[in-house]
């Protein structure tokens, strides 16, 4: 039988055991989650990735026993610069990744920084890519890190990165994690991060918000409509101007003619909009000739003369001064998604990135399929503005 002295040191016991692992489970994961500066070391096998400021296309992979100075002199087809230019990735295993950038011939010196081994923490660098030229760091930018678990007591912060798009933080639960990164458009990019026990090294890459300058959405009702039109962004962006305002959409009276509101003849808008591009299949237009060059591209994709004059007048004056371009056609549902009441029969949309060039380039030209206009009939071009 249990005297009372017994019961009472069975109670202390009990109670000191579950201090000890109350203890234990608060220490898991410590209050503080600064991550240490990067660590000089000397960095061995480390690759160097060369691209082509101007076209963004990879032109050389160069290999490096360990650090020092090595020179960038390859030879490009069709540079876009004189001299040609470049921005070049070093990496190496357990180093953060670095970007130089050069011209023909120039010598640079690579010297990486190792990445401090710290437990339950995430590290890494954040990249702001852009289509064509110089990718750049994410450099004293603010970001944002939730947990995704669940439960009440989910850790989430906001982090500061450093002047080479270096992140990190220590000391976090295990679980899964958002970091958000706000571009200078206000357009955020979302990143699914896992954290384990180890240091999680993880190099990010976002792509840069591009300009798309008036597109002209052009309505062909059968009869006199009233017509919504709502534009979706599926990888993020939002319309900067507009005409008639677009505010949540537009909702205007049209004539078969195509005549909006007794007052415009199509509707006019640009966007920052953020989408994949590609420059591999296209046209290659003569710069001294260019109102033929585009009334020729066009013409064959169905447009209607006066939606080329109109796309002729505007663009024209705006793209002068080298002996030739590239035209490229875009997939335009990856800029926006038309939702439009009554649903159209038949839509015609395109969208062009066009490219200066100084002499002509290798392109493959394009699949065109004829269009027919039949019924309620939707057409709209835009250019996406290589100049922004």
Known sequence: MLTTRMLCSVFLILCFSLIILSCSKSTDVEENHDFPNPIEAIATNITLVVYSDGWGTVLDTIEMTTEGDVVIDIEEENPYSDPPAYYIYATSDGFYTELYFCTKGETISVDLDKVPNVKNSMTGVIFAQQIYFADCYHANKSITLCQKGQGNDLWSGSLTTDVQGRWG?????????????????????????????????????????????????????????????????????????????????????????GFINDCYDYLFYEAKVVMPLQSSIG???????????????????????????????????????????????????????LNISPVPDKVLRALFVIHPLNQPIPVTAPVVTPFERDGFTVVEWGVIDWRN
Do not use: C
Request: no cysteine; charged share 25%; net charge negative.
């Open 169 to 257: 933080i220590a000391n976090l639960p295990l679980d899964e994690y958002s970091l958000s990164v706000v571009q200078e458009d206000s357009l955020t990019t979302f990143f699914d991060l896992t954290n384990s026990a180890a240091t999680d090294y993880e190099d990010l890459y976002y792509l840069e918000a591009q300009q798309v300058d008036a597109p002209n959405l052009y309505l062909y009702p059968e009869t006199e409509t009233d017509v919504l039109v709502v534009l979706d962004f599926p990888s993020g962006g939002y319309v900067t101007v507009s005409e008639p305002e677009y505010g949540n959409g537009w909702n205007v009276h049209v004539t078969p003619d």
């Open 283 to 337: 046209w290659i237009l003569d710069g001294t000739d260019l109102e033929n060059e585009f009334r020729r591209v066009l013409g064959s994709l169905g447009f209607a003369d006066r939606e080329i004059d109109d796309f002729v007048e505007h663009w024209v004056p705006r793209v002068q001064g080298k002996p030739w371009y590239a035209m490229y056609p875009q997939d335009a549902e990856q800029m926006s998604v």
